[in-house]
């Protein structure tokens, strides 16, 4: 080596692990003094090729090619210009190595020394990745600027739209010419909205039609007729079938038509021609790409005139409809109420519009609503229901059927919701549940009657007890006071005598120690009374619907007295309460009917099983905490549940007693319940041990 003595060590290894490839050659031997690491690797040179070949052969061995295809030769490399003319050259070549293709860039200078030139280096670069990414910059440039020019506008027009398009293709082939348009529904007819300025200045074609039948279109047909993108850079030459150029038509020379497809229909074609040095492959992709961008501003076109064109017919509708529409954003402000929720609200759609709809909502549903928000913003639809307020603060019972909104970015915008007003419905089941609570009072009344009559009978007998021993007492107060008027008994002896006499007849120590007992005795029947009809009171009474706060313990100890009567013939009843449990947000009558139907049920199972035998059932109920649930369990030891009934003991109408004696609502009502306050039901059964009914009330 001529330039690398043994002290520049340092140097040689800096070009040797350079980034970017040198070769340095020598002109006293016309041979390489050095060849870097990277340049080995980017002519894929041997440690065999840098022995034995010269710097000829190792450059005609690149087999590189100029940009219009043709060959390198080596003395066209400026490493080699750069040994004989003291000056800079470059050169931009590729080369192929296993099918993939490469351009390299390759700049020289002269060594000189003395004047003289003593050899040349060249620094070489792959440039391949840096000119793609230049030509994608500058066609993602023009894209982005074209595809913003069309964005900006609030309602551009479809012609407006395809003169931005056209502009923009022939900008980023860089043609002459271009049209762009859109095939006929029927595919029969070329629709073409737009022609380049230099297409209308060439053309000396008086008429211009703007619809072309497809079969009369020459070589750009081909691209529709044949479904393919169609790519000729030498139009003289092509032997596609041409139907010739009208009269003044301009001269063609090369021509690219896109079809761009929806599916697998055809629904635009973009045609550019005459560009300079012919169209590459990257120039369909490209226009592929930007059609693609375009056509999202199309169908936003498109969707924005249908929906012009029928805005008024689905508002009409909505308009009409017999439910409430409502429309509110992602902070639950409304956006939008039809007629018939105005109506439900009693208010303009002034007075709606643009508040949150917790306004209009009774305290109960607030948070119910905006829980329900939530969940729309998960993507959740079911309904739901809520209770409105209208103008006169009255109640408006409604079902919510709710739609989630999301952007194109799946983030969510708001909810649409159909509101049904079910007051009326209400009503009835309101009735309903009350007409069951006095039809289940009606099978309890004789118990009740018998519950009643134990401890009345208990206060009759007390009361005529302590009725005659007031009467003798009057008579005992009597006849002292005739005593004392009495002159045939003038000592105070005799007076006495006859005191004593009154006394031991009256058997004052005995009146002394019954009658309080007597007494008592009644209070307590009186209590026991006064306890049974405030208790079927407090469970027939109709429901406000009102939510309150209550012990459940304690209503259950209520319930398991109102309905005695049912089980204390053939079962006991064994409560084993928590006592730390909180207290528990419900409607109080719907907690007790729950309650009972499923307590009379257990009794009437017992009954079947044990009401021939001497023995009692069981009926066990237990309160407990489980995470935010208050729970429940009522447990029976009767006969248990077959599986062909399993599936059917909640639905409406559905006994397994006699005709007569059962109306199939009790456990139907019971899932209703529980439905109406988010809570949880199911049974364990099995047939001959008995069965168990779990219930869960949410703790709120």
């Not at 190595?97 to 390759?106: A, E, L, Q, R």
């Not at 027009?157 to 043609?175: F, M, N, W």
């Not at 000729?232 to 139907?243: G, H, M, Q, T």
């Not at 935010?628 to 248990?640: R, T």
Request: aromatic share 8%.
């Amino acid at each position: 080596m001529h330039f690398f003595s043994k002290d520049s060590s340092f140097l040689f290894n800096s070009l040797e692990h350079s980034p970017v490839g040198i070769m340095v050659a020598s002109c006293k031997d016309k041979d390489f003094e050095f060849i870097n690491r990277k340049c080995r690797e980017m002519f894929n040179i041997t440690d065999y090729q840098m022995q034995k070949s010269s710097i000829k052969e190792i450059l005609f061995d690149l087999h590189g090619a100029h940009v219009n295809g043709e060959k390198v030769s080596p003395e066209e490399y400026p490493l080699l210009i750069s040994l004989y003319d003291k000056k800079e050259s470059y050169l931009n070549f590729s080369i192929e190595f296993n099918g993939i293709k490469n351009i390299i860039s390759m700049r020289a200078s002269s060594l000189v020394i003395d004047d003289g030139i003593t050899g040349a280096i060249a620094v070489v670069e792959d440039i391949t990745d840096s000119l793609k990414i230049q030509n994608n910059l500058e066609c993602a440039t023009l894209r982005l600027e074209n595809l913003w020019r069309l964005t900006k506008q609030d309602t551009p027009s479809i012609k407006e739209v395809c003169d931005v398009t056209l502009e923009a293709i022939v900008e980023i082939t860089k043609s002459k010419y271009g049209f762009y348009g859109f095939l006929s529904e029927d595919d029969e007819n070329m629709v073409i909205h737009s022609w380049t300025g230099e297409t209308m200045k060439g053309c000396t074609v008086m008429e211009k039609p703007f619809v072309y039948p497809i079969k009369e279109a020459g070589l750009w047909g081909e691209a529709i007729r044949q479904r393919r993108p169609l790519l000729v850079n030498d139009y003289s030459a092509c032997e596609l079938p041409k139907r010739g150029l009208p009269a003044g038509h301009v001269k063609l020379e090369s021509l690219m038509v896109i079809p761009h497809f929806i599916g697998q229909k055809i629904h635009s074609v973009a045609a550019v021609a005459n560009k300079d040095f012919g169209y590459e492959l990257e120039d369909m992709v490209r226009i592929k790409g930007f059609l693609n961008d375009v056509q999202t501003v199309i169908r936003r076109v498109e969707a924005e005139t249908l929906l012009k064109k029928s805005e008024e017919k689905y508002r009409n509708l909505v308009e009409l409809m017999n439910e409430g529409l409502l429309i509110v954003d992602q902070e639950r402000v409304v956006t939008f109420a039809n007629s018939k929720l105005c109506q439900m609200l009693g208010r303009d759609m002034s007075e709606i519009s643009g508040r949150k709809f917790e306004h209009f909502l009774h305290k109960e549903s607030i948070n119910i609503f905006i829980h329900q928000q939530e969940l729309r913003s998960k993507g959740a639809s079911s309904p739901y229901e809520m209770t409105l307020v209208n103008s006169s603060e009255e109640k408006v019972f409604a079902v919510s059927s709710p739609n989630p909104f999301f952007n194109d970015d799946g983030e969510f915008t708001g909810s649409y919701e159909v509101i049904t007003d079910i007051s009326n419905i209400k009503k009835v089941e309101l009735q309903l549940f009350h007409s069951q609570k006095m039809q289940t009072i009606g099978v309890l009344a004789a118990g009740i009657a018998h519950e009643i009559n134990t401890p009345l009978q208990y206060i009759i007998g007390n009361s005529s007890f302590i009725k005659d021993i007031t009467t003798k007492l009057i008579d005992f107060v009597q006849s002292i006071r005739r005593m004392h008027t009495d002159d045939s008994l003038s000592a105070p002896s005799d007076k006495l005598r006859a005191i004593d006499s009154m006394i031991d007849e009256l058997d004052v120590d005995f009146v002394a120690e019954e009658i309080p007992a007597a007494i008592n005795g009644a209070i307590e029947g009186l209590d026991r009374i006064s306890s049974i009809v405030l208790s079927v009171k407090k469970f027939a009474h109709p429901s406000t619907g009102e939510a309150r706060s209550i012990n459940v313990n304690k209503e259950i100890d209520n319930t398991i007295a109102i309905s005695k009567s049912e089980w204390k013939y053939h079962a006991e009843v064994v409560t084993k309460f928590d006592e730390n449990l909180p207290r528990l947000l419900c409607i109080p009558s719907d907690f007790n009917q729950l309650i009972l139907n499923v307590v009379v049920n257990a009794a009437h199972a017992l009954h079947e099983k044990f009401y021939e035998t001497d023995s009692k059932g069981l009926i066990t109920i237990t309160t407990f905490q489980e995470d935010h649930f208050i729970g429940i369990s009522i447990a029976d030891n009767g006969p248990g549940l077959s599986e062909n009934i399993k599936n059917n003991i909640f639905d409406p109408f559905f006994t397994t007693k006699e005709v007569g004696k059962g109306t199939g609502m009790g456990l139907a009502i019971v899932l209703k319940i529980i439905e109406k306050h988010k809570g949880k039901i199911w049974f364990e059964s099995e047939e001959g041990q008995g069965t168990t009914f779990y219930i869960l009330f949410p703790v709120l």
